[in-house]
């Protein structure tokens, strides 16, 4: 009798503890904004840019650390990341010009991208079984979902008995700590270095060929665009519009008794939806086609925004709109990523993930500031979020035609 192999294996339990430290650490850069704009009497609007080029150096990098994944071997590519991580982080805790912080977080983004997603779930969808490929990328995307609930309290904490400057300089001593965890990180190699030389450039151009790769990465943008606008903005916009917390309410016994204080609670909210909804993404994805859960996830955020944005904003609607958005926060991730592996085969995963995750980081990027400067010219951020709807409705309806067949053999 067959037996099942194991889901959590040495590669699966390595992977989430690496991605969950990297994670933490970049879900912590806006506790930043007030002290270091205090320290140096900046506007706002210049740690901002900065956190919005390390978001774009992020996608810019995930190709490249893929394919140098995929060249000179997956733990090679983690420890650059992991390197290019801390010295971000190091260099930046030196910086005292907001062009100085603005260049060093494009380090951090190179960082990110070795040590985040794309590398990761590459390594661990090589390292699983079909029957349970699905399930550890959701897996490992949950432990990146975990990093971000927990990683601005502890920096908050941090900041409340040393400066920020050395905050940085212990989270560059633990993302390299994290390293520790390489050993375990023994994927099985898909070829020889000749085979790989040769047909990764046949792999890429069959990709770029086929109409589905092109329309999962126009889809992917709203993704991003969706993810970063409210990650960056969805705190003000509670505190600006949201009704008052009523006295001796639940909320108000919890000791959340401003909306600004509602506002952050709400990204937690997200964050703690979103494991949940990411764990069963991939249960779905292994039972169900990737790409019509695609298609209903976008549709789904896309009914959730309009709803909320309709209706008055309270605090028993911004709950809401955190828990049910949380759930279909990061759960197109598994799904996008195990996509690609089933029609394109796990060899270049990594590659390929990452290219479709540079139009993410577009999107988010856009998102970012698009919120801000629409922001500034209208006074709300009515538009921004009309355009999310919009583009969120154009991603679902994207996903519908590809085709969600193996093309290895092709």
Known sequence: MHKPAPLFTPVLIAGCAIILISFAIRGSFGVFQIPIATEFNWPRAEFSLAIAIQNLAWGFGQPFFGALAEKLGDRKAIVLGALSYAAGLVLSSFAVTPEAHQFYEILVGFGIAGTGFGVILAVVGRASTDENRSMSLAIATAAGSAGQVFGAPVAEYLLGMMTWQMVFLIFAAVILASLSALPLMRAPEPAGRAVLEDSMGTILRRAFRDPSYTLIFLGFFSCGYQLGFVTAHFPAFVTELCGPIAPGGALHS?????????????????????????????WLGKRHSKKNLLAM????????????????????????????????????????????????????MGTLYGIVFFSHQLGSFMGVWLGGKLYDLNGDYTMVWWIGVGIGLFSALLHLPVRERSLQAA
């Not at 000791?255 to 939806?273: F, K, M, N, R, W």
């Not at 896309?302 to 809401?320: D, Y």
């Open 254 to 282: 919890l000791g959340i008794t401003t909306t600004s204080a509602l506002g952050a609670v709400a990204i937690s909210l997200i964050g703690l939806a979103n494991i949940v909804g990411t764990l069963t993404a991939g």
């Open 297 to 348: 996830i976008y549709l789904g955020r896309t009914l959730i925004s309009a709803a909320f944005i309709m209706t008055p904003i309270t605090p028993a609607t911004v709950l809401l709109f955190s828990a049910s958005m949380g759930a279909l926060w990061l759960a197109t991730v598994p799904l996008t990523s195990g996509l690609i592996a089933h029609i394109y085969g796990i060899r270049y």
